[in-house]
């Protein structure tokens, strides 16, 4: 079974443009998370979308949004990006076929976003 | 909101010791408390996790131990390894919000042969 598949894996932007990336679950995965890793704040929740509809949300500000199509893939959007955006974006699918935890997140490799 | 502090930031030991990393979470509504590892370059995975109706979880050299009473949970890693090197991170969700985790900073363990 092929794993979560996150593109691009490395950009760069210039302050003020606005980046898409994209991810696909692993099959069968209705759920999708979105995360940004820095050295300074670690991992932090971004969103999280279920059979289209996003279920939760992290405190980041609207420059950050998301979506879910459906067959499953999720992509998340930054305008206006600030070099503060500069992160590891990770996506995570699970199987979380309701709302009971059903277990483990599986992540992919990471979409590495420098901005200049 | 949930908040989870993770304790240490870095911890080195020799190889063949033990290794404890502990977390505390502030929301009480938090049931589910899993335990990722990060290898330098690589994604998270899951080592092993716990919900709150159980007080310990073992897997050869794993254990989390949960104190709802307290807010706490901590790993433990036995007879550490050099592939045992990496960074820890705990976290904490609520039912219905499993892909909503809130995570510690990380702690970053080095086994020395």
């Known amino acids: 079974k092929a794993g979560v598949t996150q593109t691009p894996r490395y950009l760069i932007k210039t302050r003020g443009q606005q980046v898409t990336l994209s991810c696909s679950p692993i099959s069968g995965h209705r759920s999708v998370s979105w995360y940004q890793q820095t050295p300074g704040q670690g991992l932090q929740f971004l969103f999280e979308y279920f059979s289209e509809t996003q279920r939760n949300k992290g405190n980041f500000p609207g420059r950050f949004s998301g979506r879910q199509f459906s067959n499953s893939r999720s992509e998340m959007n930054v305008s206006t990006l600030e070099l503060g955006d500069s992160a590891l974006y990770l996506c995570?699918?699970?199987?979380?076929?309701?709302?009971?935890?059903?277990?483990?997140?599986?992540f992919g490799e990471g979409s590495r976003l420098t901005v200049l | 909101g949930e908040n989870v502090e993770q304790h240490p930031s870095t911890l080195s030991v020799q190889e063949g010791d033990s290794a404890v990393i502990k977390c505390t979470y502030s929301d009480s509504a938090s049931n589910y408390f899993p335990w990722y590892k990060q290898e330098l370059g690589k994604r998270p995975q899951l080592i092993i996790d716990i919900r709150s109706n159980v007080g310990e979880k073992k897997d050869q050299r794993i254990a989390v131990t949960l104190n709802k009473t307290a807010k706490h949970f901590s790993l433990h890693i036995t007879e550490t390894q050099p592939e045992d090197s990496a960074v820890y991170f705990c976290a904490a969700s609520r039912a219905g919000s499993q892909g909503n985790l809130i995570f510690g900073k990380g702690t970053k363990l080095s086994v020395k042969p």
């Open positions: 995570a699918s699970s199987l979380n076929e309701n709302r009971l935890n059903t277990g483990e997140l599986f």
